[in-house]
Nanobody, 123 residues
Framework: QVELVESGGGSVQAGGSLRLSCTAS????????MGWFRQTDGKEREFVAG????????TYADSVKDRFFISRDNPRRMVFLEMTGLKVDDTAVYYC????????????????WGKGTLVTVSS
């Protein structure tokens, strides 16, 4: 079992920045690729960014490429999402997720989820 707890959400104006954090407990952190997803009311949960087990590889959704940056700190069992140039369309609940394989970032492929943190971007 892996428990994930997100933090760092909040309200920000368009063009601003936020840094989300996710802390993991339970099984060996480096056994899991880690991802960030987001969801708004009435829409399906969507992939935002992912990082491999040792942090050597990252993947981004086209909508956030060059604005969002994912990283992980394995000794601290944490993963981060640095969000810059925020847009109103980035408003969502952001979820941290863990995956044993890291070769498929579909939400249905993830093994564990946090409860989410709300990011609100205003114009």
């Amino acid at each position: 079992q892996v428990e994930l707890v997100e933090s760092g959400g909040g309200s920000v104006q368009a063009g601003g920045s936020l840094r989300l954090s996710c802390t993991a407990s339970g099984r060996t952190f480096t056994n899991y690729a880690m991802g960030w997803f987001r969801q708004t009311d009435g829409k399906e949960r969507e992939f935002v960014a992912g990082v491999t087990r040792v942090g050597g590889g990252t993947t981004y959704a086209d909508s956030v490429k060059d604005r969002f940056f994912i990283s992980r700190d394995n000794p601290r069992r944490m993963v981060f999402l640095e969000m810059t140039g925020l847009k109103v369309d980035d408003t969502a609940v952001y979820y941290c997720a863990a995956d044993r394989f890291g070769n498929n970032w579909a939400p249905t492929s993830m093994d564990y989820w946090g409860k989410g943190t709300l990011v609100t971007v205003s114009s």
